[in-house]
């Protein structure tokens, strides 16, 4: 799957990074129940 997060999550993600510098921060999309996708946010530390 190579599709691009949504515009809301995209900014969410951002703020978060500014918000918490030293962390790493991914955004995951995985198959969720039912095999419908569903987009994850994970710190990696």
């Known amino acids: 799957m190579s599709a691009q997060p949504p515009q809301w999550l995209t900014s969410a993600t951002q703020a978060l990074r500014k918000r918490y510098p030293h962390d790493?921060?991914?955004?995951v999309l995985r198959s969720g129940a039912l095999n419908m996708p569903e987009w994850r946010v994970?710190?990696?530390d």
């Open 24 to 27: 790493r921060i991914e955004v």
């Open 42 to 44: 994970r710190c990696l």
